[in-house]
């Protein structure tokens, strides 16, 4: 790693497209973020556990963070431009008609509808082939769903792609993407890297309705003229196939080795480590890697940064909107390890690791007159480090290498409180990463080696190249052994309320929500 900024060589525009927005981030060979820009997506929630966007919005909110970002750059770093690189918000997905205009909101992969259609589909066969446990994630049971209840519009697609194969038709004009981005649909065999008849099938799609295929790392295409001219760039510019953020993160933490996990506190909190073997694994997903031929051993957690921010919007002060609360902070930090015999099971948005379980819900069991507002707060935050622990241990028996430490980013580090608790939790050093984008860095790593920037087309050397590191967080050792006591006590709750789980998604279908829509659709 370089820590000094490049004044000549290649520049690289990465775009990550997530949940809440779009970023976009110029990067030099050295790692070095030189501009970013972001716009805001809406989210829209037409029904309980439904969870859609607007497809449009990927590709303007692209548009608009690109223009911005090269606004910024003088004639001559304009002209250094060398690639574009792409991540996404793997699973999220759309029908599209042959001009791009989508036949109805894309389907996001948060979103709860399918259960029936996982039950229906989901089998030990199926993760072994697609590498995705049946859960709420895979796209596949979501297209399925649209198979069962909009059997129409997906008749009528010309096209149904992710989040990463749209923005590749906008800047290209092809219907191409990476399979290190459509691997998240849960439609290909993984082993080969390709589409399955079989999984196409359950989802109720044809080969020729999906993007074409380009390993992540080469060229897909050279950015449309009309774009070229508009954006005022000298040459015409390959745009790199990329990869989903989970696995970008990792690339951008340089945790290009088994012994290395990535860590990202996120929206969804999940962590994973490279393997040059493919593995199924009853506990972790297995994604395409970035490093062509490489898989990613990945565990999810959906409730992550999502469930404090809800905590503090929910039960916080009004007044910071769901904003980090340094006083709510301060007041848990003061509160024992265990909060007093507090316990959480975080799984307000269903459980995927280890359980993938699409009805399970969330429960705080424990409580006292004397428990705070801060001591439930406090045992949300512990209760995320226990199942990253539990969770971590699953991967290092699928790769047979022991972690030496693990890498974070997102937006929860930025917690000092929660950022100690996970290292305690977990029992290893954290090491944070500066780079706030880091996915949009991961995307501009595999930039850089599709243009071979380095001399080479080895992205694990890239990424060495261009990770960036700030503190690192050593574990309290004595905390750690008072949390294995408590997460014991934890991980006890799932089995004994899976049933009631059960009980409650019945009475929820018979008793199916009243509440008025929030806006369906801008279609």
Known sequence: ???????????????????TSTKAIIVDENGHVWHTAKRNIQLHTPAMDFYEHNPIRWWETTKECIGEVLSKL????????????ITHQRESFAP???????????ILWLDGRATKQIR??????????????????PGIYKIAWLKENENEILKKAHKIVEVHGYIAWNLTGKWISSVAATDSLGLLDIRKFDYSDELLNIAGVKREQMANLVPPGEIMEVLKPELVAEWKLSKPIPVIA?????????????????????????TAVNAGVESTNYKCDPIFRTHVSGIKGNFVFEILQSSGSYLAGWFRQSLGDPKLLGEPDPRLDEEASNIPPGCEGLVTLPYWNAVQSPYWDSVARGAVVGWRGTHSKAHMYRSILESIGFEMKFNLESIQKGTGVKLKSI????GGTRSKLWRQIMADSIGLPITICSEDEISALGAAVIAMAGIEAHGSK???????????????????LTQSERYKEVAEI??????????????LYILSEKYPSTRPESPKSEL
């Open 120 to 137: 229906a589909y989901g089998s030990q066969h199926i993760h072994d082939l697609s590498g995705k446990p049946p859960g709420v994630t």
């Open 458 to 476: 080895n992205v694990a050397n890239a990424a060495k190249y261009m990770a960036q590191f700030g503190e690192t967080i050593e574990p309290d």
């Open 74 to 85: 003088s004639s001559k770093d304009r002209e250094r431009i060398s690639a574009i690189g």
């Open 407 to 410: 890498r974070a980013m997102g």
């Open 1 to 19: 790693m370089d820590t000094k900024k490049a004044h000549d060589g290649p520049l690289v525009i990465a775009i990550d497209s997530s949940t």
């Open 96 to 106: 599209f008609d042959k001009n791009g205009i989508p036949l109805r909101n894309g």
């Open 490 to 503: 934890q991980h006890k709750l799932y089995p004994q309320l899976k049933n009631v789980f059960e009980q």
């Open 242 to 266: 990329g990869l989903g953020d989970g696995q970008a993160a990792g690339i951008g933490a340089a945790a290009v080795s088994p012994d290395i996990a990535f860590l990202n506190l996120g």
